[in-house]
């Protein structure tokens, strides 16, 4: 099923029936849900979490409860620069730094708390958790539909700071939980770990992709990300 009408579908559900929050509307983002605190709660009882130290983030509103987790929790947090459209490409939250976990896990004050950091100055990452509009109970994600999530994945692959054991997680509502038949593609990075209000979901099976598909990069995008440029 073409991946858009399943992001069309789970949006306008979320909206109908009162799932979504704040920020509205939930199209054209990853949305945020009734529940997503919940969902960060089971999220942290997991051995996948208990056993990170380092975990890079997504930035979006679903997942600031499970920011909030990591760094109350002393765990260093990684954001990636919107876009990757810096050179120094990713912020680190130090929480042996930060006065205020609560406030600093909030992307309106990234900038405040964290210390934009280069390719090189990254550590080890032990966990990525990412945002989705919809996924399904065989791991594959839908996105927005940018492919930056899976770019960001790509590019701490070329790095060699994530590996196919690093764990791969997204928090989502049970509504975003689709049964579509949706193809995990060569340069789509499958969830290990679903994690509900509800449940938590451990797919098996969907190989992570090794780097970077450099088939899929226009040069636009290229001359866009200093990051490709260097590895290229």
Same mark, same amino acid.
């Not at 054991?165 to 509502?173: L, M």
């Not at 509900?196 to 190989?207: A, D, F, L, S």
């Not at 040069?219 to 290229?232: G, Q, T």
């Given at each position: 099923?073409?991946?858009?009408?399943?992001?069309?579908?789970?949006?306008?559900?979320? *909206? @109908?029936?009162? %799932?979504?929050?704040? /920020?509205?509307? &939930?199209h054209g983002?990853?949305?945020?849900?009734?529940? =997503?605190?919940?969902?960060?709660?089971?999220?942290?009882?997991?051995?996948?979490?208990? *056993? @990170?130290t380092? %975990?890079?983030?997504? /930035?979006?509103? &679903?997942?600031?409860?499970v920011?909030r987790?990591?760094? =109350?929790?002393?765990?260093?947090?990684?954001?990636?620069?919107?876009?990757?459209?810096? *050179?120094?490409c990713?912020?680190?939250?130090?929480p042996?730094t930060i006065?205020?976990?609560?406030?600093?896990?909030?992307?309106?004050h990234?900038?405040?708390?964290?210390e934009q950091t280069?390719?090189?100055?990254?550590?080890?990452?032990?966990?990525?958790?990412?945002?989705?509009?919809?996924v399904?109970?065989?791991?594959?994600?839908?996105g927005?539909?940018?492919?930056?999530?899976d770019l960001?994945?790509?590019?701490?692959?070329?790095?060699?700071?994530?590996d196919d054991?690093?764990?791969?997680?997204?928090?989502?509502?049970e509504?975003?939980?689709?049964?579509?038949?949706?193809?995990?593609?060569a340069?789509?990075?499958?969830?290990?770990?679903i994690?509900?209000?509800?449940?938590?979901?451990?797919?098996?099976?969907?190989?992570?992709?090794?780097?970077?598909d450099?088939?899929?990069?226009?040069?636009?995008?290229?001359?866009?990300?200093?990051?490709?440029?260097?590895?290229?």
């Open positions: 099923m073409d991946k858009q009408r399943i992001r069309e579908r789970v949006w306008d559900a979320l *909206e @109908a029936e009162s %799932i979504a929050r704040f /920020p509205f509307p &939930p983002r990853i949305p945020n849900f009734d529940g =997503a605190r919940d969902a960060a709660e089971r999220l942290a009882v997991t051995p996948e979490w208990q *056993e @990170a380092t %975990i890079k983030a997504n /930035p979006d509103s &679903p997942q600031l409860p920011r987790q990591a760094l =109350a929790a002393g765990k260093t947090v990684y954001i990636a620069v919107p876009r990757l459209r810096d *050179e120094r990713f912020v680190r939250l130090d042996a006065d205020n976990t609560d406030r600093a896990a909030a992307i309106s990234m900038d405040e708390y964290g280069g390719p090189d100055e990254i550590d080890s990452v032990d966990l990525i958790v990412s945002g989705s509009v919809a399904t109970e065989e791991g594959a994600r839908i927005k539909g940018e492919g930056y999530s960001e994945y790509a590019v701490l692959r070329e790095l060699e700071l994530v054991e690093t764990p791969v997680v997204t928090t989502v509502h509504r975003q939980v689709v049964d579509d038949a949706v193809e995990i593609e340069h789509d990075v499958p969830m290990d770990c994690v509900t209000p509800e449940r938590v979901i451990r797919p098996t099976g969907g190989q992570k992709p090794a780097g970077i450099w088939a899929l990069l226009d040069e636009e995008r290229i001359a866009e990300i200093p990051v490709l440029k260097r590895f290229r």
